[in-house]
């Protein structure tokens, strides 16, 4: 398995401001993921964080918006952008170990209220 | 599209064995996963089964899957009140990259 550290644990954001979340994973992992999960629903993609070059987005997500930096093996940010009450949710993000078997694992979250 | 099914919630008693059903769309799915989530905290990976196995057992968790029908089932023996939590059951191939598909979660209450 893998331990993964994620900062901040929550905040309380402006609207029209920013926040930058860390994920630090002790371990080299093979993929890593940004999910968000809307008060009472499942998860969402986000993107795939690729390492050293620009992150996938899944459709109705977009770099403006949640850029995302990768830039080693271990250690990705994402950023929201230009705050609104919309964005309140629980970010996660993810990994994928890959050395014997690609099994997913999640960090705790950052739980986002934007006023 | 994939999708993956589960219902919402179900109750059971303390002492009693819960059983969480799921159902799956993909048949290319290489890994399905049982996570849980507390209160305000990430998802816990409690365990997956590889698509080429039928049955994983792991202390109170055993796993059960029906390929054939694209089932997925998860049995907690000695539930207990700890057991309370949302259990979402996911999917992952490599079709186009790997990708993971969620359920929308079963909200498990356990009463005393």
């Known amino acids: 398995s893998a331990v993964i550290s994620q900062k901040p644990s929550r905040d309380i954001c402006q609207r029209g401001t920013s926040l930058t979340i860390q994920c630090q994973v002790d371990?080299?992992?093979?993929?890593m993921f940004w999910y968000r999960q809307q008060p009472g629903q499942s998860l969402t993609l986000i993107a795939t964080?690729?390492?050293?070059?620009?992150?996938?987005?899944e459709s109705g997500f977009v770099i403006d918006k949640f850029p995302i930096s990768r830039p080693n093996l271990t250690f990705s940010t994402l950023t929201v952008s230009n705050m609104s009450p919309e964005d309140s949710s629980i970010y996660l993000c993810?990994?994928?170990?890959?050395?014997?078997?690609?099994?997913?694992?999640f960090g705790a979250g950052t739980r986002l209220s934007v006023l | 599209g994939e999708d993956v099914e589960q219902s919402l919630f179900l109750s059971v008693r303390e002492g009693d064995s819960s059983v969480i059903n799921c159902t799956y769309t993909?048949?290319?799915?290489?890994?399905l996963y049982w996570y849980k989530q507390e209160p305000g905290a990430g998802l816990q990976l409690l365990t997956y089964?590889?698509?080429?196995?039928d049955m994983k057992q792991d202390q109170r968790l055993t796993v059960l899957l029906n390929k054939k029908d694209k089932h997925l089932s998860l049995r907690i023996a000695d539930t207990q009140t700890g057991d309370s939590a949302i259990y979402f059951c996911?999917?992952?191939?490599?079709?186009?990259?790997?990708?993971?598909?969620f359920g929308a979660g079963t909200r498990l209450f356990v009463k005393a």
């Open positions: 993810s990994v994928v170990i890959g050395q014997v078997r690609d099994i997913q694992y």
């Open positions: 371990s080299q992992v093979t993929m």
């Open positions: 964080a690729n390492q050293g070059s620009e992150a996938t987005y």
């Open positions: 993909d048949s290319s799915s290489t890994y």
């Open positions: 089964i590889f698509s080429n196995m």
């Open positions: 996911a999917e992952s191939n490599y079709t186009g990259g790997f990708k993971t598909i």
